[in-house]
Nanobody
Framework: QVQLVESGGALVQAGGSLKLSCAASGRIFRINAMGWYRQAPGKQRELVAAITSGDSTNYVDSAKGRFTISRDNAKNMVYLQMNSLKPEDTAVYYC????????????????WGQGTQVTVSS
């Protein structure tokens, strides 16, 4: 029904920057909150940043001041600008979106992308 596709992951040196993108497509009636999670090897998936439909944002403490989440509602996209990257940022990054579909516009479902690898070398 709804597909999320991330892009922008790469290998980067510590101190560098990356911008992740996530495009949502399919039977979208409305997108509420969108977010980015990450999962490092052997660790649980954690929320990195989230943004509401009204552009309110929140970040995990380790991302504050370095990462910026934004969205383009016209394009159904969410972005994560990551600056001053550290080796501990290495993880698979997943985007998600809370979507009301055209088939069920009064119900919201959470959809996930397949993930994009970010590797930060020291």
């Amino acid at each position: 029904q709804v597909q999320l596709v991330e892009s922008g992951g790469a290998l980067v040196q510590a101190g560098g920057s990356l911008k992740l993108s996530c495009a949502a497509s399919g039977r979208i009636f409305r997108i509420n909150a969108m977010g980015w999670y990450r999962q490092a090897p052997g660790k649980q998936r954690e929320l990195v940043a989230a943004i509401t439909s009204g552009d309110s944002t929140n970040y995990v403490d380790s991302a504050k001041g370095r990462f910026t989440i934004s969205r383009d509602n016209a394009k159904n996209m969410v972005y994560l600008q990551m600056n001053s990257l550290k080796p501990e940022d290495t993880a698979v990054y997943y985007c998600n979106a809370d979507v009301a579909t055209t088939q069920a516009p009064h119900i919201t479902f959470r959809f996930w992308g397949q993930g994009t690898q970010v590797t930060v070398s020291s």
